[in-house]
């Protein structure tokens, strides 16, 4: 069982991620944040590189992105060409940030929290390293604010996570990020297209608190 997982995590859920945050609706979550991202860039989680063609080029001085799963990367690689864009690829968990305190402009993180297996110390780890007049741009999908899709949510959490990489779908993204010292600055909220118990979705951006 341990090989056919791990051929699994290496070979198809890759692609599948990548099918699933690929969507036409998820696109247009992720261009409502990411082309506000300026100067040195953090983005969490960068995965296949979904998010590289949304930023502006003019405005961003200099990209990171980090993301443990290094088998995401290929695919990163591949986005990072048709973008035009030089991305520094940091194959780390997001509770290790390998950069200097305040050091970055602007983190951008969508559908990511939903995957870090202990959400709070790495939100921390974020605001370490962000400028005190920096920003966090986010779009995360989460729990639902209808008790019946909450409990759906629930329900199917245990079998779900497994299938998606850790995927949890019923955090609290608000709560974390104010738990973690972050202060939302925007927070719009509501379903995007698809069914419910995924498409809850919170976006805006956020500052140190």
Same mark, same amino acid.
């Given at each position: 069982?341990?090989?056919?997982?791990?051929?699994? @995590?290496?070979?198809?859920?890759?692609?599948?991620?990548?099918? /699933?945050?690929?969507?036409?609706?998820?696109?247009? =979550?992720?261009?409502?944040? #990411?082309?506000?991202?300026?100067?040195? #860039?953090?983005?969490?989680?960068?995965?296949?590189?979904?998010? *590289?063609?949304?930023?502006?080029?003019? =405005?961003?001085?200099?990209?990171?992105?980090l993301d443990p799963a290094m088998q995401m990367h290929a695919?990163?690689?591949?986005?990072?060409?048709?973008?035009?864009?030089?991305?520094? *690829?940091?194959?780390? %968990? /997001?509770?290790?940030? %390998? *950069?200097?305190?305040?050091?970055?402009?602007?983190? #951008?993180?969508?559908?990511?929290?939903?995957?870090?297996?202990?959400?709070?110390? $790495?939100?921390?780890?974020?605001?370490?390293?962000?400028?005190?007049?920096? #920003?966090?741009?986010?779009?995360?999908?989460?729990? $639902?604010? @209808?008790?019946? !899709?909450?409990?759906? =949510?629930?329900?199917?959490?245990? *079998?779900?996570?497994?299938?998606?990489?850790?995927?949890?779908?019923?955090?609290? !993204? %608000? /709560?974390?990020?104010?738990?973690?010292?972050?202060?939302?600055?925007?927070?719009?909220?509501?379903?995007?297209?698809? %069914?419910?118990?995924?498409?809850?979705?919170?976006?805006?951006?956020?500052?140190?608190?």
């Amino acid at each position: 069982m341990g090989m056919i997982a791990d051929w699994y @995590d290496k070979k198809i859920l890759p692609f599948m991620i990548d099918k /699933a945050c690929g969507m036409k609706a998820i696109g247009q =979550q992720r261009a409502k944040v #990411v082309p506000r991202a300026r100067g040195r #860039v953090l983005e969490i989680g960068i995965g296949t590189g979904l998010n *590289l063609c949304h930023y502006d080029t003019a =405005q961003v001085t200099e990209l990171l992105g980090l993301d443990p799963a290094m088998q995401m990367h290929a695919l990163a690689r591949k986005r990072m060409k048709a973008a035009g864009l030089s991305v520094e *690829l940091l194959g780390l %968990p /997001a509770d290790t940030i %390998p *950069l200097a305190d305040a050091s970055i402009d602007t983190l #951008v993180m969508t559908f990511t929290l939903c995957t870090i297996p202990e959400p709070l110390p $790495a939100l921390r780890e974020m605001r370490r390293v962000l400028k005190p007049d920096g #920003v966090l741009l986010f779009c995360e999908h989460g729990v $639902a604010p @209808d008790a019946h !899709i909450h409990r759906w =949510q629930n329900r199917i959490q245990p *079998l779900w996570g497994p299938l998606a990489g850790g995927c949890h779908l019923n955090r609290d !993204i %608000p /709560a974390l990020l104010r738990e973690a010292g972050f202060k939302l600055d925007e927070l719009n909220t509501g379903y995007v297209p698809g %069914p419910k118990i995924f498409t809850y979705n919170y976006w805006g951006q956020a500052y140190r608190g």
